[in-house]
T-cell receptor, first 111, second 117 residues
Framework: KAGVTQTPRYLIKTRGQQVTLSCSPISGHRSVSWYQQTPGQGLQFLFE???????NKGNFPGRFSGRQFSNSRSEMNVSTLELGDSALYLC??????????FGPGTRLTVT | AQKVTQAQTEISVVEKEDVTLDCVYETRDTTYYLFWYKQPPSGELVFLIRRNSFDEQNEISGRYSWNFQKSTSSFNFTITASQVVDSAVYFCALSDSSTGANSKLTFGKGITLSVRP
C-alpha cells in the first residue's frame, strides 16, 4: 500500500496570508490527524477527523481549521498567518483505533 | 493532563554500543497506549511500537527492545549493537483513550541519538 502523502512538501507564505495543506491517507484508513512540529513546542496535536467529522481537537486558535472528504483525504487551513506558524505540519492516518502512520510533512515558512 | 518526559535530549554513542532511551509518562487514564516513533533527517515519523496499558510484557524486535513498567510509569527503549543508521530523533508518545481511539498523541520532546562509526 502507498503511504501517507502530503502536498505540498514546502511552502513559503507571507504574514497575513492563508494556506491550505493536503493529506491523503493510506488506502482504507478513515482517521486522519494533524500535528504541528516546531523546535520550541515540539510535536503538538492539532485535530483529528474520522468519517468527515472532527473527533478531537488540540489547543490551537480558531485560525487553524480542517476538514475531511468522503474519500478520507483531509485538508487543513491556516488563516491570517503569523511568523509563529512556521513549522513542519505532519499528517497521520490510522485504521480504526490502531497506530498512526505519518506522512513526510509540509514545511511551512512564514515571512 | 497527560505528559511525557524524555529527560535525555541528546545521546552520542559509538557504533556497536548498546543505548537506552528513557521515557516517563503521566496519565490519569487506566487504559492508555504508549508508542515510540523514530524521526530520521527526512522528517517522516516512523512507527516503531505500540503498547497498551494492560500488557506489561517486554518486547523484542531484532536489535530493539522495550521495557514497560507501570509501577514507575516508564516505557524505555533499548537499541542493542547500535548502527549509524539508528541516528535519528526518537519520540515517546502517549495516547488519550477517552475517545476510544489512539488519535490524540501527546509526545515527549524527543531524544537525538547520534551513532558514530
Amino acid at each position: 500500500k502507498a503511504g501517507v502523502t502530503q502536498t505540498p512538501r514546502y511552502l513559503i507564505k507571507t504574514r497575513g496570508q492563508q494556506v491550505t495543506l493536503s493529506c491523503s491517507p493510506i488506502s482504507g484508513h478513515r482517521s486522519v490527524s494533524w500535528y504541528q512540529q516546531t523546535p520550541g513546542q515540539g510535536l503538538q496535536f492539532l485535530f483529528e477527523y474520522f468519517s468527515e467529522t472532527q473527533r478531537n481537537k488540540g489547543n490551537f486558535p480558531g485560525r487553524f481549521s480542517g476538514r475531511q472528504f468522503s474519500n478520507s483525504r483531509s485538508e487543513m487551513n491556516v488563516s491570517t498567518l503569523e511568523l509563529g506558524d512556521s513549522a513542519l505540519y505532519l499528517c497521520a492516518s490510522s485504521e480504526f483505533s490502531y497506530e498512526q502512520y505519518f506522512g513526510p510533512g509540509t514545511r511551512l515558512t512564514v515571512t | 493532563a497527560q505528559k511525557v518526559t524524555q529527560a535525555q535530549t541528546e545521546i552520542s554513542v559509538v557504533e556497536k554500543e548498546d543505548v537506552t532511551l528513557d521515557c516517563v509518562y503521566e496519565t490519569r487514564d487506566t487504559t492508555y497506549y504508549l508508542f515510540w516513533y523514530k524521526q530520521p533527517p527526512s522528517g517522516e515519523l516512523v512507527f516503531l511500537i505500540r503498547r497498551n496499558s494492560f500488557d506489561e510484557q517486554n518486547e523484542i524486535s531484532g536489535r530493539y527492545s522495550w521495557n514497560f513498567q507501570k509501577s514507575t510509569s516508564s516505557f524505555n527503549f533499548t537499541i542493542t549493537a547500535s548502527q549509524v543508521v539508528d541516528s535519528a530523533v526518537y519520540f515517546c508518545a502517549l495516547s488519550d483513550s477517552s475517545t476510544g481511539a489512539n488519535s490524540k498523541l501527546t509526545f515527549g520532546k524527543g531524544i537525538t541519538l547520534s551513532v558514530r562509526p
